[in-house]
């Protein structure tokens, strides 16, 4: 796992408070009702910031977030170097 | 007359206006915009009918329109107008809307309106189409750009056909596709136009608002399109993403007028670095209304304090689109009233007795006075009408009123009285000015979005360890996100089951957000008959309220 990857998992831990859950870069997210929508915003702008990438939000489904995985490889798939 | 719409529909307005006068700017991001001028968004809507009648749609079919925010999406509705048939915008599904929720809500939409045709673009994600059957009798079309091959000949539309539907969010508000004339909603332009003295030579209006909502469709679509203003637009999800986008666009546009919903006001400020904050010149801004939330005055405080803007741009406004849009409008060049009232008296009589400022004390912002052509009566629960400064349900009649929700006669009976229109919501006057508190009728408002609490606790319910029907659904305002959060309160089968709670309230708070995109902040399972009931054996939502807040009062409003 890179180190993005584990900020992330560490980001979202902090986010969603549960003591007990464990996460890895393959836990689903959304459909496991772990993380609502304005989490997701939350999330999408944590992987701008990891990535460094400006990503066009209208090019994301929610799929394409479920996970810590996934959303980096939506990252490579959609981003555009920011400025 | 000075002031009013010289048309009769909102086509014959499309047409008449000046066809190199720019119309929407759609601002995609900082290097990516797309502009239409009017006479271009006229050729490409065209187009659009011309397609829509290739494809079988004709005056009165129902046309439902399904496409990201943007010209293509507006296009394809004003092509549907102007060949008499009757559109409606549903939401676009983004990254987060849940496919099963879509899927339910699509399906009960399009049954009910029995549509000719769904457009959809052509990048639709396939899964929120998967297993939904839209019946033999509706197309679905992917929307495409170009020369259609043949010309449309455009018929004539009388004022009093349907100009196209509105829905309220939530799987129980899509059922209820509110109906409106060209008649009401020029009319409604009209009065919006002279309250906001609308110049199209100096105005440009800013808007992030989704167009399947009246603030995004009505103040930011048909009054630009009707009165030969400038829109400049965004996406919402973007707004979401970079609410600062809005500071930027409004100066860089020099943008006079824009709506958003109380939340915004904070939202807004909070999500923009505060080195940044004083960056934006946003003096162009005549009017920003908050609109579609009760007003709250921290919240616009919030807002003018964070970006300096003076007090009187801030504005109101009480809207709904079963009125087409606005009843009420603050007057310009003037902050909205403010009163504050003796707390007790409020909840225990319904009555507002002025106080100074304390913490004992409510303080509530007002909506503006009333549109030309509207009425309202406040009417107590016991269905007396009510005088200044007593709290009570809002009933509407107008001039832009609609003509009933679509295929529904159930629901338009059970919403309107003697041809009055029961709102719902709790609100008084004062001093000529209306104030909305609240709502009666139990509707949840999280972030703009209507949600039904009835929607909330069928999902719960069908939970194995639920007990049926003992499932009462909250909205609690959270002042420091300046929405509300669902709180939920479920009785389970038996007592026995309280060990198993964690993983009960994990599998029920999964089934929320798969169904609703909406997460439950709280959700509490109790030991049966916990839940209040009323008289008539039913839950109460009310009594159940009042004990959760006295055994758990960590959970009151905060």
Redesign the interface.
Known sequence: MTAEAQQMIDHIMHLIRKPGVTLDENTPL????L???????DL??KLEDLTHM?I???K??????DSVAKMFATAQRVGKPR? | MAGLIPYENLIEALEAAPADRLFVTHW???DEHETATFGGFRDRSRAQAARLTESGVARGDRAIIIM?QGISAMATFAGAMMLGAVPAFLAY???????EKYRSGLLGVSANLKAKAVVIDQEF?E?MLRCVSLGEHTKLMRAEEGAPARQFAPPAIHTADVAFLQHSAGTTGLQKGVALTHAAVVRQLGHLKKALRIDPSSDRIYSWLPLYHDMGLIACFMLPMVTHVPIVMQ?P??W??RPESMLQIIDEHQCTLAWMPNFGFQFVPRRTPEDRKKKYDLSSLRALINCSEPVRGASMREFETAFGVKGEVLQSSYAMAENVFAVSQSELGKPPGQVSADGQQFRSAHRIVPVPESASAVSFTSSGRLLPEQKIRIRSDSGDELGEGFVGEILIQSDCLFDGYFSRPDLTAQAMEEGWYRSGDLGFMWQGELYVVGRKKDLLII?GENIYPQDIEEIVAGHRAVHEGRVIALGVYNAELGTEEIVVVAELQSEALLSESAGIE?EI??????AM???ARTILLTPPKWIVKSTAGKPSRSATREKLFREHPELRER
């Open positions: 959304v459909s496991s009702g993380i609502d929508s304005m989490a997701l915003v999408l702008q400006r066009p939000v209208g994301v489904q929610p799929k394409d977030l400025k | 995609i991001d900082e990201p599904p983004n990254f987060k809307v849940e496919a994600p899964e996406s999800l973007e979401v993403m972030g994990q708070r999964q089934r929320i957000v798969a995109g909406v997460a």
